[in-house]
Antibody, heavy 121, light 108 residues
């Protein structure tokens, strides 16, 4: 079955960077975009961007441009999301999710289990 | 920026019908998608393309859309349906991917 398994929780200091991994299995990795979505404690879902594992092309939400970098390693079917310049407001659970595309629209299914990133001095 | 608006909370008794709405200006042109998120878990897709149900999702979950409003309906809600529900869609250009603010469904 399709699975996305993320790396473990991280604690970072303000100003640092964090890199979260998302290892996929059960499908052809290069055939589907991977999205990243975050959720601050007690808050809603926020889309961060996607990566095309085939080409490495990316599309980031405007508010994260300049701070987020999404990459992939096709040899191990894994996507990565790196966020720099961390502040306490970046404390959140970060999810990866596989893209599903039809009729020129896309959505996310399934999702990884989430990675808690805590930013604290 | 584009926004989708959901009520913060909906409450029903077990066996009743729960309806959760999502309003957005681009919904006449774009599909709505619905995710269920139980406490401490990742979101799960329950409705895609306004009204289609993924395999494994109970038949009591249905979706519809009319004009600028999409609706998730849970017919005969059960205690295990208690969760946060998020709608998702894009603006008319497909440039901005957004989630609604989420609706907490209470079944008791």
């Amino acid at each position: 079955q399709v699975q996305l398994v993320q790396s473990g929780a991280e604690v970072k200091k303000p100003g640092a960077s964090v890199k979260v991994s998302c290892k996929t299995s059960g499908y052809m990795f290069i055939g589907y975009f991977v999205h990243w979505v975050r959720q601050a404690p007690g808050q809603g879902l926020e889309w961060m961007g996607w990566i095309n594992p085939n080409s490495g092309g990316t599309n980031y939400a405007q508010r994260f441009q300049g701070r987020v970098t999404m990459t992939r390693d096709t040899s191990i079917s894994t996507s990565y999301m790196e966020l720099s310049g961390l502040t306490p407001d970046d404390t959140a659970v970060y999810y990866c999710a596989r893209d599903i595309n039809n009729n020129n629209e896309d959505w996310f299914d399934p999702w990884g289990q989430g990675t808690l990133v805590t930013v604290s001095s | 920026s584009y926004e989708l608006t959901q009520p913060p909370s909906v409450s029903v008794s077990p066996g009743q019908t729960a309806r959760i709405t999502c309003s957005g200006d681009a919904l006449p042109k774009k599909f709505a998608y619905w995710y269920q998120q139980k406490s401490g878990q990742a979101p799960v897709l329950v409705i895609y393309e306004d009204s289609r149900r993924p395999s494994g999702i109970p038949e009591r979950f249905s979706g519809s859309s009319s004009g600028t409003m999409a609706t998730l309906t849970i017919s005969g809600a059960q205690v295990e349906d208690e969760a946060d529900y998020y709608c998702y869609s894009t603006d008319s250009n497909g440039d901005h991917r957004v989630f609604g603010g989420g609706t907490k469904l209470t079944v008791l």
